[in-house]
């Protein structure tokens, strides 16, 4: 039996199905071990930490599923680290696309399909199952009206609720928002907030007022939130909604700069699918058209996803905000009744694709003797 050491104790999300008895940092890890599992943050922060563990035939597991907004800052630090230790087989696992100029100690396992099996094998049904299953019947008995659920300050998500103050959407009847804004500790981070509202480039002296004005109502919690990631919940308030308005973690803006970024999902992305909800998504251009390749239905009907086609992140949470006002004009229940199939099939299409991120990712475990 191989020794396996679980550093960052992630081996859950994943790996449950091929080990069985680990060892983690908080245990009494000692020695040489067959298989080291590692995070993102402990790859590119604290690798020496892991040298001690590494023998002659060690093989490190990488895994930035769930991770991996803003890949290019890590593949950048990835490729000094396996550069730099070309005596150690990597293989890194991804659940996006990434380039294939990796030098030979390292092996890539990256499919946008392993995304939703991390999410739902194991979110859904074990760390937050307090906030019900995700398949709970409540869901698919749907209102008029629609959620966006924010948790973390980021650029996009102020310009986001600026489109929202402008056009009175943040307290419409029919909607179901919540803009956290939280840090590690739980709470708002105004002084950031303040720091953004007054140095990024986009805002107005109006636009500003209109953000100031608003801070003391921040956070705006739905359902008495208590600071936990909103994007993580199954409640029957924003559940219930027909439309869901998705802001991803990277959409290629961040600090008033603006960059090329490679597409990810997170849970945010898959939930829709899941909840019988018609998405409209802010997250890098593209990322509707992948979706829509993947076999899933983007009901084009009723709305224009061309702003996924808008490289300039400004106008595109403008153009995406603009769907949303329209598709709000319908009577969107009697459209979800004249449609559910359509709500049905993506639902299965998404339990597919988790099924068939599972034959990918176990295929690589045994072709690379993992196990």
Known sequence: MKRILDYDCIAGDLFSTFYTEIDTRFSNHVGIYDIIVLSRDNIQDNFDDILP????????????????GCIEDFLLIFYQITKKHSNIQFYLIADCELPDSFDENVKVCASFKIS?????????HSRHNQHYNINYPFVYKKENGFSCLNGRLRTHRILLLLEFL????????????????????EKIDYEQYDVMVNTLPYFSENDIKLLTDIKEYLPIKL??????????????????K??????????????????????????????????????IYIGIPGSVSTLRSLGFDLFDDIIDHSYDTETDPVKRIKLAVDQLEKVLEL???????????????NNIQCETIKMEGYIILKNFILENDLI
Not at 116 to 121: G, R, S, T
Not at 244 to 256: A, F, H, K, M, R
Not at 335 to 342: A, E, I, P, V
């Open 242 to 279: 027909i439309i869901s308005l998705i802001t991803e973690n990277v959409v290629g803006i961040d600090c008033g700069m603006t960059y090329a970024d490679t597409i990810t999902f997170t849970e945010k992305t898959w939930k829709p699918f899941k909840l019988h909800q018609v998405p």
């Open 116 to 124: 939703p099996l991390a999410f739902f094998e194991n979110f859904s």
């Open 166 to 185: 402008k056009r009175n959407l943040l307290h419409k009847d029919s909607s179901s928002v919540s803009f956290l804004f939280y840090a590690n500790t």
């Open 53 to 68: 563990h590494i023998g002659q035939h060690t093989k490190v597991i990488v895994s930035i599923v769930a991770e991996s």
């Open 223 to 240: 359902n008495d939130e208590n600071g936990d990631n909103p994007a993580l919940k199954i409640d029957d308030g924003s559940s219930k």
């Open 331 to 345: 009577d969107l229940v009697q459209f979800y009744k004249d449609n559910h199939t359509r709500f049905v099939k």
